[in-house]
Structures are given as C-alpha cells and as structure tokens.
C-alpha cells in the first residue's frame, strides 16, 4: 500500500499466508482507497478477513485509517473526538476529501460507499457510484449491523479510555448492539418504554385519585346544604301551587288531586321524620353499650390479672407445702435406714456368737487331729505337680492375649488420630476460605451447599479448593500453581440445568459472586482413566522427574476430568532440581510433547515460534501453596474407617477368648486352692490351731463391740415421730393457707365468668342494635324515596293545574259564575267552597321557608358540576387500572422472551472473559445488574458490570479509573472485546492503541488473546493498530500486518519477495 505523497506503507508480511483463503463476513472491509484525507494525499489500504494489524509511529497516519472507517460508514466526528467539523478532516491545500470503502458481499456484488467530504463541511454520498442521499447510506450500513458509534465495535484512540467510563445501561445496550440478536435491543427498548409508559400512568393515576378524594370529600361537606336547599325548594313550589289552587277554584278535580298528593306527601314525610328521630337515639345507644362493652373488657382483664397473681401465689405455696412433706418423707427414710443398721448388727452380733461355737468346735477338732499324715500328703503333692503345667499353659495364652489386646488398641487410638487429624484439615481450610474476605462468598456457598445437595438432580461437587486432596503436601504447590484460581474456586455441576438453577440461587438470590463449571458425567465424555500422558514417567526419571501432576492428587471424577481437559495435568511433569538443571535438553528434545513442565521450585513453559524453529522459554517461580498443603484425602479416610472396625471386631473377638481362659483359669485355681488347704490343713494343724484361736479372739472383740453400738430404737422413733409432728403442722397450716387462695381463686374466676358473660350479652345487644339500625336505615331510605315519589306526582298536579287556569283566564278574562260554561260550573262546584282553608296552608308553608333561611344557588350548582367530574374522573381511573394490566401482561410476556437470551449472552461474554483474565493469573467477571434492592423488574436500571481483580489480596472490584490504574482498564477493555469478538454479530471490529498503558507482563498476554481469537476462521474481522509491539510475540497465519511509516527518506521502491527471502533465509540459518 502505497502514499503519493507523505509516506510508503508496506504490504503485509502475511499476504502470501492461509489467510487469503479464509472467507469475508459479510460487511467485512475489503479495501479502503483514501485521497486528500487528513495527511494522504491517496493512499489504498486491503485488509485482511481476520486480525489486521497496523503498525507504525505515532504521528504518522495510523489513526487517519480509523478516522475513514468512521466516517465513512456514516459517523459522526464527535465519535472519534479528533476534529470538531468534518472540514478538519480535508487534507491541506486540497479543497475536498474522498473515501472509498468497499464492503464484502457473500451474495453478489461487493458494497461500495463513497463520501466526498468538501471544506463548507457537506458530504455528498454514494452508493455501488450512484449519489444516494445520508439516510440510504445509514440504512444500508444499519442493515449490516455496522455501528461505528458504539463503542463495543469501534474504539478510536480518543476513546480508549471513555470505555471503562461507559454506564452499566449503556455497555448493556452497546454489547447487544454488537452481539446480541436485532431483536434483543428492540426488546430492551420497548420493554423500558411500557416500564415508562407505565410508570407514567402510575402517576397520572394517584394525582386522579388524589383529585377524585378532593371532590368527594367536598361534595360529602356541603350534602347537608344541597340537601336544606332541595327541601326549601320543595315548600315554595307547594307554596305557589297552592297560590294557583286559589285562583283555580273552578278546577274542582285538579285541586282535589293536587290536595291528596300533597297530604300524602306531607303524611310521609312525617313517617319519615319520625324515622329519623329514633335512628340517632338508636345510634346513641349503640354508643354507649361500645363504651360500656370496653369498660367490660378492661374489668376482665384486671380480673384476669388478679386471677393470675392469685394462681402464682398459690404455686408458691404448693411448692412450701411440698418442702414441709419432703423433709417428713426425709425423716422416714433415715429412720428406716437406721433400722436396717441395726437389724444388720443384730444379724452380725449372732454371726459373731455363732463364728465362737464354730470355731470353739473347730479348735477341739484340731487338737483331735494331731497324727502322723505323711501319705495323704504325698498324694497331694502329686495332684499339684499335675496342675501346674497346666496353669503355666494358661497364664502364657492370657498373656499373648493381652499383648495383642494392647497392641489392637494401640492400632485403634492411631487410626483415630489420623482420622481427626484428616478431618481437622477440611475445618482448617473451611476457616482459610472464611477469613479471606475475596473467598467469604465461597465458603458460604459450600455451607450451603452442604445443607441443601438433595435439592439437585445430580451431584454437585465443591471446589477443588476443598475437594481435592493432594497424596504429598510437599506437591500441593505444584498443583495450585497449574490450575487456575477460579477453577480452584468454582463449583462442578455434573447437571447443565443443576448449574443454571445454582448460579441463579447463589449469584441472584443470594448474592454470592462464585463461579459455577458445567462437567457432565455421560457416555460421550473420556473417563480420567483416558487421559494419559504421551510418555512414560519410567522414560524421564533421568531428567530429574519423578511423576506426573494428575498422579499428586485425588478428587471426584467430574472435577479431575475437568482439569485434564483444560489444564492437561496428565501431561505435566514433575521433578526435582535435576529437571530444572536439564530444562535445555528437555526443552530441545521434548519441548513439543510437555510443554510445560516443573523443575524445583519453577514453572518452566516452553512454546515454540509459528515462524522459525526457534522455541520460547519462560520460567517462573513457584508460589507457595495456600490450601492444598492441609490435604483431605477421602479415599484414605474411608480406609482408615473400615480399619478401625476391622481392629475392633478383632478386640471383641480376643475380649471374648480373655474370658473364657479366665473361666478356665479360675477352675484350676479353685482345684489347686482346695488341695493347698488339704496341705495347709494337713501341714499346719497346729499353725491352723493358732489361727482359729486368734480369729476366736478377734470375733469375740469384734462382738463386745456391736454390743457397744447397739441403737435404741425406740427413742430415735420418738424422736422422728416428734420431728414429723411439728412438719405436719406446718403442713396442714400450709394446706389451709392454699384453700384459702383456691377459694379466693374459685371467688375471682366466677366473678370473671360472669363479667364475661356480662360482656357476651352486651355484644349479643350491639348487635341486636346494629341489626335494628340497619333496618332502620333500610326504611328511611325506602320512606324517602316513596316521599320523592309523592312530591313528584304533586309537582306534576301542580303543572296541570297552572296550564289549566292559564287557558281559563286566557279564554274568560272574568271571574263571574253565572259567565262560565256549564262544564266549567260543574268543574267549580267540585272544588272547595272557601279560600281561608287554602291561606292556612299557604301561610303554613311560608312560615317554614322563612324558618329554613336562605341557600346559596351557586354551592349547588358547583355540588352537581364536582359530582359530574366524580364520574368522569372514576371512569378514567377505571380505564387506567385495565391499560396497567394489559401493559403488565404485555411487560411479563416480553420479559420472558427477553430475558433468557440476555442471560445467555452475558454468561458466554463472562465465560470467555473470566477464563482470558485466568489464563493471566487474574480473576475477571461480567455479570448483568438490575440496580440496587429486590425489584430486579425495572429495566431502566438494568446494565453491565465489569468486575476484575489483578492480585489476590484485594477483592473482586467494579471497573472504574478509581479502583484501577489505566493499564489495568486497557486490559479490561481488550479482554471485554476479545470476549464479545467469540460471539461478534458484527462484520469487523476495530480498536485504536489500547495497549497503552499497559505492562510488558500484561500487554503480550493479551496480545497472545487477540491473536489466538481474532485469528480463528470463524471470527469477524478485526483492526488493531498500535505504535509499536513487545520482542518475541506469536503471530497467526490469519493475521495481517501493515506498516505504516512516512517522512523524508522514505524508499519507494521496495522488493517486497526478495526482502521475505532474506528473512526466510535468516530463519532457516539460525
């Protein structure tokens, strides 16, 4: 690629790779031809499918390129934050600029946009060379899911760090912008719509409310007055009906009719005044029974009260009284003992006398026996001589028995040290995982878990942390440092619904930051047993290595199988010193088969160059190991449990032989017992004599002294007798106190029965009333709808009448009889005689108007325009409740579509971005937050939190410039991209410098990221450009480097093949 004028950009190493072969996304770039834009005078750029890298130093017109895509696909250029108008993007001296992109299409014809931007800062627009207006071009681009402004697809330089600024809402809309399906920001959108819609029909509803409680309580303040003023009008229209009634004389049946009307009126309305009289009288006493039930109600509880402290009292006294009965059953019982003291010596004093006659006898048999018994004694030497073996026999058995007894359990007491000691190591790193305040929600989890496993499908396996056991606590440092933390500290579900439903319950409900692994044990899966290394450990024993990393340790299936699969700890070997002495042979002759391996106390990763023999070795010490040091080793302590029972079974067994030889034992004993006494009796007749005489004398002074301690029976029974008299009394004075509280107690619940029943009928009475004021209302309303009735027919009397006398006067103008017709006679003669009667009345009626006073006419028609806003205002409410529910509805329905899609996505975006920050030691999560509190429906809250920690003593932190420095953010901000580049609905993604800032250390393990994602086959395209790069990185045959350099000297005519042989010369040389 070539500029005119500021500079010469060279052609891609790589374009004589596999990359040419691998296929555009559809929109993918293809080709970029720029003239006079920014420092181009023309300039033409072809990217590759995959990775681009663009490579060149600052100033020199890689950000141009960034620039073009931009605005060539339709941005703005506040989105690259560089020039504030397009006029600034015009090369100096040049009075336009034009750029031309061309898109890949799978279908047909490649796409190509055009944008001439001019210096009065207008853009003219063509689409396939044919001018189309902005809004075709934007359409377009739209269509290929191409959205430069957001910042999840396209990152200028400017922008870099505007990311990690970015709210939780809008890295949530920019990834499903990017990512997502279409529909997914449609549905997000529309459900914070309806949320908004709704939210602002909540309010419009409670200030109606609000108004309609207004008018209410207004109409329900003046109803009186509207009432007196009704009632007035009422009298005055009778009033001048009865006016009429005097001139309408001769209308003899309409005054009749007119009369009865109003007498039946006025006879209701008597009925119903009287009705009303006895409604509050009723009300009054319903009142005062109220009071007097409450009166009632306190009085039983006082008496309850009392009635408790009466019954506590009297436990109090029962307990007394039990003391007294206690102390004269105690005085019994020593009284009895004493008696059998005394009978026992009596028993004893007669042994006594009975031992003196025996042994008297016995000392003159013995005198009788002296004689010569020299041949019964040999026969008894003879017989012991006889026993004696055997009892050596036995003594020797009862030994060896003992011993093995001894040594049996010795065995016991050392198996069950070791098994206390294995379980003091599960309870020792239960303590670890509860005092780091980053693994607390780890050890909550396992609590847990551990109360609640039956709730699952299948089994769920704690965290290698705990469940893994390593066979040498020397070892343990091996393995923590071969497997990532987050796996050590995650949970293995065998189950995939088993590990959905445990996130949900750990992460959501009870808000524990763990991480949950999907392992499944089924038929499709390797066993363990099939993971095997590539060599045999026999082979490298002269290295200097001793075994294999998956040989260190034990744990449950599910979990080995994991980390022979991610980590391959079946081919990591392990070795002393001499392994690392030798690394160089190692690394030379089986670099290939162990990649990495340990030698002491390093890690030793070989990896060899994607573009010369030449190998790359990186060491690093080992760091001490923080909890499989205390190992648990399951497998050992369900041996050391059936050990235990085998050595007790065992010591039962021997137990059971001790007896029987003892049994054994005590025969020959009794046997050899009874022919000494023959020899003793036969040898020592005269010693025997001695004896029997000093055992005569000692039980006679044995007898002289229970004679001594004879005890008087009788006194000590006065004595008790006396002693249980005075507690008697105080029994019985102790039982009529408690009577006395039993009566007292008998006397209070009766009073508080029949103050209870009191209060019962009081009730019963309220509601007696209540049910005789209901009927009350019942007729009163019955009564004033019949008076309604009747001053409606009397009103409508009243207008016949007026018709009528309008038509005689309007037709007669007189008043004579004599001039009438006959009819009109005849219709006079039916009517009163007398006016005096109809002045009675008139005067009646007046005299009530004038009581009654006067009533403004405005309070009711106001009344009747606040009762028809009333209705309007119920109706509206009533209309509002039934679109909140129908938008509810519409809101759960959507969600449900929403939602599990949503979850999905963040939960591939996390995997992808917790498993790139573990491969760099760190520990990094996405996770979708619903805002603060339990409401997890308000979606206007919803959002995306970037959580990462980059050392093990500090906790999981929110991205943010005030937890981490700008480095730790381009990180964060180029995994978070490389994560969605996995699952990229976008045709090309691009990002500017974002290795600024970073560490060495950092910046070539994400570099080592973007070229492993970016470069498979079935990624989007990607741009990354960057000033300058770290020695000794990997590079994919999918990726694409351009240079760019300018300035004075820059050659322009390069032999690009011969320059690529010189370097594959070099490569093969060395």
Not at 154 to 159: A, G, I, K, M, T
Not at 418 to 424: H, L, P, T
Request: charged share 30%.
């Amino acid at each position: 690629m070539f500029d005119s004028k500021s500079g010469f950009i060279m052609p891609p190493l790589s374009q004589t790779s596999s990359s040419e072969n691998v296929a555009f996304t559809k929109g993918a770039i293809v080709r970029i031809h720029l003239k006079d834009f920014m420092t181009y005078n023309e300039v033409e750029l072809i990217p590759g499918p995959n990775l681009n890298l663009i490579l060149g130093p600052n100033g020199n017109g890689k950000s141009a390129i960034v620039s073009a895509i931009c605005l060539g696909m339709a941005g703005k250029p506040s989105t690259i934050a560089r020039a504030s108008s397009l006029s600034g993007y015009v090369r100096h001296g040049a009075s336009k600029a034009i750029i031309n992109i061309e898109l890949h299409n799978s279908e047909g014809q490649k796409f190509l946009v055009t944008r001439e931007i001019t210096l009065d800062n207008k853009s003219a627009w063509k689409y396939q060379g044919k001018p189309v207006s902005s809004a075709q071009i934007e359409d377009v681009i739209r269509k290929l899911n191409i959205q430069v402004d957001n910042l999840c697809q396209f990152l200028p330089q400017e922008q870099v760090q505007n990311f990690s600024r970015l709210k939780d809402k809008q890295l949530l809309i920019g990834t499903m912008k990017a990512v997502g399906k279409p529909e997914l920001e449609e549905q997000f959108e529309e459900l914070t719509k309806m949320q908004g819609q709704l939210g602002s029909e909540s309010l419009n509803q409670e200030k109606d409310e609000l108004e309609l409680k207004k008018l209410q309580e207004e109409n329900k303040r003046w109803e009186s007055d509207v009432k007196s003023f009704k009632e007035r009008e009422t009298l005055k229209a009778n009033v001048k009906n009865l006016e009429k009634k005097k001139v309408w004389l001769s209308f003899k049946e309409e005054l009749s009719h007119f009369k009865n009307l109003k007498e039946k009126a006025i006879e209701i309305g008597k009925r119903y005044a009287k009705a009303a009289s006895r409604f509050e009288p009723l009300e009054k006493t319903i009142a005062e029974k109220e009071k007097t039930v409450r009166d009632a109600e306190a009085a039983v509880k006082l008496k309850r009260d009392k009635f408790n402290q009466k019954t506590a009292t009297m436990n109090q006294e029962m307990y007394r009284a039990d003391a007294h009965k206690q102390k004269m059953e105690s005085l019994a019982s020593d009284f009895q003992a004493k008696k059998l003291v005394e009978r026992k010596r009596i028993e004893n004093e007669q042994s006594f006398r009975q031992q003196i006659i025996n042994l008297e006898k016995d000392l003159e048999a013995l005198d009788e026996q002296e004689k010569n018994s020299s041949a019964e004694l040999e026969d008894i030497d003879a017989r012991l001589n006889a026993i004696a073996p055997h009892e050596t026999a036995l003594a020797q058995r009862k030994h060896v028995l003992a011993e093995e007894m001894r040594r049996i359990r010795y065995e016991i007491n050392e198996f069950q040290s070791k098994v206390k000691s294995i379980e003091d190591i599960d309870k020792n790193r239960l303590n670890l995982l509860r005092a780091d305040r980053g693994l607390t929600p780890v050890y909550e989890a396992v609590m847990w878990l551990r109360e609640n496993k039956n709730k699952f499908r299948a089994p769920i396996h704690e965290p290698p942390l705990i469940s893994l056991s390593v066979k040498d606590t020397k070892m343990a440092k091996y393995v923590e440092n071969s497997i990532g933390f987050h796996d050590m500290k995650a949970f293995y579900c065998e189950n995939k619904d088993d590990m959905n439903d445990l996130m949900k319950i750990l992460r959501e409900d009870r808000h524990l930051p763990v991480n949950v692994v999907h392992s499944p044990r089924n038929d499709n899966e390797p066993l363990t047993s099939e993971f095997q290394p590539r060599m045999a450990i026999s082979d490298l024993k002269d290295l200097g290595f001793h075994s294999f990393l998956r040989e260190l340790f034990v744990g449950p299936e599910p979990v080995v199988r994991y980390l022979c699969k991610m980590y391959k700890v079946h081919n990591i070997p392990v070795g002393d010193q001499r392994a690392y002495e030798n690394f160089g042979v190692i690394r030379n002759q089986y670099g290939s088969l162990f990649p990495t391996f340990f030698g002491g106390n390093q890690q030793i990763i070989v990896r060899g160059s994607r573009y010369s023999r030449n190998s790359i070795t990186q060491m690093s010490d080992i760091r001490p190991s923080r909890f499989l040091d205390q190992t648990v080793d399951t497998c050992v302590l369900e041996e050391y449990y059936a050990k235990i029972a085998q050595l007790e079974q065992r010591l039962a067994q021997n137990k059971a032989d001790e007896v029987k030889i003892s049994q054994d034992e005590i025969g020959v004993n009794k046997a050899r017992e009874d022919l000494v006494k023959q020899k003793r009796s036969i040898q020592g007749i005269q010693a025997n004599r001695r004896v029997v005489v000093s055992r005569l004398d000692r039980v006679r002074v044995q007898l002289i002294r229970s004679e001594k301690d004879a005890v008087d029976l009788v006194e000590e029974e006065r004595n008790v007798k006396e002693k249980c008299g005075i507690a008697v009394r105080a029994l019985s004075k102790k039982l009529k106190e408690f009577s006395k509280l039993m009566d007292q107690l008998l006397v209070q619940d009766m009073e508080r029965e029949a103050l209870q029943i009191h209060l019962d009928i009081l009730r019963v009475e309220i509601h007696t009333a209540k049910n005789q004021l209901a009927e009350e209302k019942e007729q009163i309303v019955s009564l004033k709808d019949e008076k309604d009735e009747a001053d409606r027919m009397a009103e409508e009397a009243k207008l016949r009448a007026k018709r009528a006398q309008e038509d005689v006067y309007r037709s007669l103008r007189i008043r004579a009889k004599e001039e009438l017709t006959a009819e009109v006679r005849a219709m006079f003669e039916l009517l009163p005689n007398t006016i005096p009667e109809i002045d009675e009345a008139i005067g009646s009626a007046t005299a009530r108007i004038q009581l009654m006073g006067r009533a403004d006419e405005q309070i009711v028609r106001d009344y009747a325009a606040r009762e028809i806003l009333i209705e309007q205002l119920t109706k509206k409410i009533n209309n509002i409740n039934s679109r909140a529910t129908s938008m509810k509805d519409k809101i759960d329905k959507l969600k449900e579509k929403f939602l599990p899609p949503l979850l999905q996505l963040i939960s591939h975006i996390n995997h992808s971005f917790g498993r790139f920050y573990a491969s760099m030691n760190c520990v990094g999560e996405v996770c979708l937050y619903t805002g603060e509190g339990e409401n997890d429906d308000d979606f206007r809250n919803y959002g995306i939190k970037i959580r990462v920690k980059y050392r093990s003593s500090e906790p999981l932190l929110d991205l943010s410039g005030t937890h981490h420095s700008g480095g730790e953010r381009a990180v964060a901000t180029a995994l978070y991209m490389l994560a969605m580049q996995e699952l990229t609905q976008v045709p090309f993604r691009c990002v500017d410098e974002i290795n600024q800032g970073m560490d060495p250390i950092n910046e070539r393990r994400v570099f080592d990221l973007l070229v492993e994602t970016a470069c498979r086959e079935t990624s989007a395209q990607y741009f990354l450009l960057t000033p300058k790069l770290l020695p000794g990185l990997d590079y994919s045959p999918n990726m694409k480097i351009h240079f760019v350099q300018n300035g004075e000297y820059v050659c322009d005519g390069w032999n690009i093949d011969k320059h690529l042989q010189t370097i594959r010369a070099m490569n093969i040389q060395n």
